[in-house]
């Protein structure tokens, strides 16, 4: 699932020319495909969120220093090589403040600049708020009883609901601030971990007719192709409608891991799919360093589908060889700090 939710966004990012050139159902159900950062928010919600309450269960505290040294490992090898690459060889006259990127705080700069950098650079607002997210949160699973969880976290999802409210009605160009500030996101991350709290207490399963789950991935196409995702012009539209995509992909989530159907165990199972998400990062924050390279070569300019095609295998290519050689080199200290299995 973390191979699919990346390769919705490369494809986004790839069809760019499309949602220039024509005014169709199809251009709108692109234009919504950054959705599936959001489940990328419900997925490391649930996954962190889980975890840390196994290992709370099982040893009777939350190691901290092991759970910041898993993180640092996991994200901060790509996420500087990136910035790296950015500066050494991308640099264009765009403004960058690298070091607000340097500490995770990309996302905040992104939105007092109202605008994006470059291209390199700007999926790091997610990892940004994810990293916010990891900061707070194993402390607060630690000192929290159990039994009261879920009221913080239905506190923050609440709270993220009112702050979406609150800077429609008070920021005037608010597109930036309700898309990338970590309190407008964060209600996501939360719902992941309401999920994982009540999988923690009542294991789900669920066997429903074969019928239900392409008739639910059915209706979600066809939202995808009807609304906006990303018109914040109202309070309701900023703060409610991003639920009309977001429960969906929690329900995707939910009868993809937990439901005993055949299509789902194949796709489980298949090989090229879990190496694939084994590279997901590497192709979420790659594909935007190689679309900028390919930006620069005039005669793809006209060549749009053989772009596309370029921009998808050497995202894939590059993803690979970064997994392999450099960021596996990490994945294996990290082991040694697991206090439970993934």
Do not use: C
């Amino acid at each position: 699932m973390r191979f699919i939710a990346a390769f919705a966004v490369l494809i986004f990012h790839s069809s760019q020319w499309y949602h220039y050139k024509f005014d169709t159902p199809f251009k709108m159900f692109l234009h919504n495909l950054p959705v599936a950062v959001d489940f990328f928010f419900m997925l490391s919600g649930f996954l962190i969120i889980y975890l840390l309450l196994v290992e709370k269960e099982t040893t009777g505290t939350i190691s901290l220093k092991n759970f910041y040294i898993r993180r640092f490992l996991r994200i901060f090898p790509l996420y500087y090589l990136i910035i790296l690459i950015a500066y050494l060889f991308l640099q264009d006259g765009t403004q960058v403040a690298w070091n607000k990127f340097m500490y995770f705080w990309g996302n905040f700069w992104l939105i007092k600049q109202n605008a994006w950098t470059l291209s390199a650079l700007n999926p790091l607002w997610s990892i940004s708020i994810e990293e916010h997210f990891y900061l707070f949160i194993p402390f607060l699973i630690w000192v929290t009883p159990v039994k009261y969880l879920k009221y913080l976290l239905w506190s923050i999802v609440l709270f993220s609901f009112g702050f979406r409210i609150f800077a429609t009605l008070t920021v005037p160009d608010n597109w930036m601030t309700i898309y990338m500030h970590t309190l407008s996101q964060m209600d996501l991350l939360a719902i992941g971990g309401l999920l994982a709290l009540y999988h923690y207490h009542k294991p789900m399963k669920f066997n429903l007719p074969q019928w239900v789950y392409p008739s639910l991935l059915f209706a979600f196409v066809i939202f995808m192709s009807l609304l906006d995702s990303k018109d914040y012009t109202t309070p309701y539209k900023a703060s409610v409608k991003k639920y009309v995509f977001d429960i969906p992909l929690l329900f995707l989530l939910v009868f993809f891991v937990f439901s005993d159907n055949k299509y789902f165990e194949k796709i489980k199972n298949n090989r090229w799919l879990n190496y694939f998400g084994k590279i997901s990062y590497g192709i979420y924050l790659y594909n935007a360093f190689i679309i900028d390279l390919l930006d620069r070569i005039q005669w793809l300019h006209e060549h749009y589908f053989a772009k596309i095609w370029l921009d998808i295998g050497l995202t894939l290519l590059a993803a690979s060889i970064s997994y392999e050689f450099f960021e596996k080199q990490f994945l294996k200290l990290k082991r040694k700090f697991s206090v439970v299995n993934n």
